[in-house]
């Protein structure tokens, strides 16, 4: 409304296992020289092709129409976007389909893409609690393990803490880390559990690990709510930060979680529903500013 313009695209993922589409463009881009090239502040290398060649871009028309594309980041700007479409039909009375508010800039990603990474989103608490209260209420659904750190940096215990939480035989696994040395795994003992207390939830929202932690474990035993969520929750996609800032006291405990699987993302999406909130972080992210669209 501001500006006129859309500053950041929305990112979109689409289902290609066989990789047929970036196949096509890889083709093109090998003899074209990019119109920009770049290392961007987060110290990632970005190169943009402007494509202007009729037979690929009808190739990608003809593959896209009938496809299905999930919002893997930026579901608040893709409502805004709607929002402020009806505004200006309202304000208007433009009917136009082709009216450029009708459209919004996207990148789009094969969800199959190997280049294609979800990060955890790490919990940091800051929450008046025992830990004698946390391992006592989480013992009915959880299995428990005690472990004692062998490295001494934050980032060697980082690395142990994200090893021990791999699933191997076992799912839904979380680390509660305490400072010091210590910290804990939690194990979901059985699925069953999640029916039992989530079953106004979807089956495909209850087997989010995200949505575990935050109706399992962070609402009835921890007392974090949708209400109090803000002032109890930061968080953190920096495995070293979630053990730093409790160690160092800043935080009183922080739950270090597993990614996403992209599996899950298009479960939920398929079913009609929307991820939790903090539940997925795509990497590589386009780089902000380096394309923007005027809406005129």
């Known amino acids: 409304r501001t500006t ?3 500053l950041e695209p929305i990112e979109l993922l689409y289902v290609d296992e066989k990789d047929k589409v970036m196949k096509e463009i890889d083709n093109y881009i090998l003899n074209t020289e990019p119109a920009v090239d770049v290392i961007g502040y987060d110290g990632f290398k970005h190169r943009l092709w402007e494509v202007n060649d009729d037979k690929l871009i009808s190739f990608l028309q003809s593959w896209m129409k ?3 594309l999930f919002i893997a980041d930026g579901h608040h700007r893709y409502q805004t976007a709607i929002d402020f479409a009806n505004e200006i039909r309202e304000k208007t009375g433009n009917r136009d389909e082709n009216a450029p508010f009708n459209y919004m800039m996207v990148v789009i990603a ?3 893409d190997k280049g294609l990474a979800i990060l955890p989103t790490h919990r940091l608490i800051k929450r008046n609690i025992s830990l004698e209260a946390i391992l006592k209420g989480v013992e009915k659904y959880f299995e428990v393990e005690e472990k004692t ?7 060697g215990q980082s690395k142990e803490i994200i090893k021990a939480l791999e699933p191997k035989d076992r799912e839904h696994k979380f680390a509660l880390y305490t400072g ?3 910290y804990y795994i939690f194990t979901l003992k059985n699925e069953n559990i999640l029916d039992k207390m989530m079953p106004s939830y979807s089956k495909t929202l209850r087997k989010l690990d ?10 009835p035993v921890m007392g974090i709510n949708e ?5 109890h929750v930061k968080y953190t996609r920096d495995n070293v930060e979630a053990i730093k800032l409790v160690a160092e006291g800043k935080f009183d405990y922080s739950f270090l979680m597993n990614a996403t699987k992209i599996e899950e993302l298009r479960d ?5 529903e929307h991820m939790p909130q903090k539940s997925t972080y795509f990497l590589p992210k386009m780089l902000s500013g380096l394309v923007m669209r005027k809406i005129e």
């Open 227 to 231: 209400a109090n969520l803000e002032e």
């Open 149 to 155: 750190l062998i490295s001494r940096d934050y980032e």
């Open 110 to 112: 094969n969800m199959f």
């Open 180 to 182: 010091g040395d210590k």
């Open 66 to 68: 009938d496809k299905i």
């Open 210 to 219: 995200v949505t575990i932690l935050h109706k399992i474990i962070l609402e």
């Open 4 to 6: 006129y313009a859309n």
């Open 268 to 272: 939920v999406a398929n079913a009609g």
